[in-house]
């Protein structure tokens, strides 16, 4: 084995990390939620990470002032995608809520699609029915199961939605700029978009215990700065699809460490209806990998 494969194996490894560290984060996030309201939360999750970064590089800012549309659109994508998963989280589990991101894997190349002006493939096709038919599943057809989507996951599907809108943007805007001043316009747009409106219509918490607040900063550090640059380092010596299939591991790590720390467990047709929404969202994901690589794995 060579340096570079090496270096791709410490790349995945890199990846597959990340995707721990997001499974954490949901677990963290709902101990937060049961002390801190969502929008003050993430207002002061993304406005710390900003200050943080600023005070890092300061000149960050210099191409924000000359091009900032792109950067607020992108931002305001991911800000409404964390609003939509930190408010619906409320009221379902953390390990609901990560497959049901996850589907934002689904969303991605049907999106696409659409805004050129092409027919979504068949693997796309296959993997959005799929996942439906997982989300169905999951979701289950009692009453109470339906108020419960309609109630948190259906909010937390909308996040999937604005997470699909948010990589296509990246994906467009982001080679016009530097790596850090695209980080730092997107996660300052989802901190302010939080925090004025969270000081104008939530109710302050009298007393949070620190425990929630180191978790605050954890997520704002590794889980927010770290990641982000963690994940362009690694995915410049990785493929695309390999990225996308290793961090889709992100919800497995949820249902782990919230079992752990919350005590969640899935049914037996929860477990069933992860297990497609996951299949669901890499069979779309497969439509990214060269055919001659697909007939060589055959």
Request: a positive charge; aromatic letters at 10%; charged letters at 10%.
């Amino acid at each position: 084995m060579n340096f570079r494969h090496y270096r791709t194996l410490a790349a995945d490894l890199i990846l597959l990390t990340i995707a721990a560290f997001w499974g954490l984060g949901f677990v963290l996030t709902k101990y937060i939620l049961a002390y801190v309201p969502p929008l003050l939360f993430l207002g002061v999750r993304f406005s710390l990470s900003a200050l943080i970064m600023l005070a890092a590089r300061p000149t960050y800012v210099l191409p924000l002032r000359t091009r900032p549309l792109p950067v607020l659109i992108t931002g305001a994508f991911l800000c409404m995608a964390y609003i939509l998963q930190t408010v619906g989280m409320n009221y379902t589990s953390a390990s609901r809520a990560a497959f049901i991101t996850g589907l934002y894997m689904v969303f991605v190349p049907v999106i696409s699609t659409v805004v050129s002006k092409r027919s979504p493939s068949a693997l796309a096709w296959a993997g959005a029915v799929l996942a439906t038919v997982g989300l169905g599943v999951m979701s289950g057809i009692s009453q109470d199961s339906y108020r419960q989507f309609l109630g948190g996951e259906v909010l937390v599907l909308g996040c999937a939605l604005f997470f699909g809108l948010q990589i296509l943007a990246v994906d467009k805007y982001s080679p016009r700029y530097d790596l850090g001043s695209f980080t730092l316009g997107q996660i300052s747009v989802v901190g302010m978009g939080c925090l004025i409106p969270a000081l104008l219509v939530e109710q302050m918490p009298a007393a949070v215990p620190a425990g929630v607040w180191l978790a605050v900063v954890f997520l704002a550090l590794p889980n927010t700065i770290g990641a982000t640059y963690a994940q362009a380092w690694a995915q410049r010596l990785t493929v695309p699809w390999r990225a996308a299939i290793l961090l889709a591991m992100e919800p497995v790590f949820t249902l782990i460490f919230a079992g752990m720390a919350l005590g969640e467990s899935f049914s037996s047709a929860e477990a069933l209806g992860a297990t497609l929404m996951l299949a669901g969202g890499v069979l779309a994901e497969l439509e990214h990998i060269p055919r001659n690589m697909r007939q060589r794995q055959t």
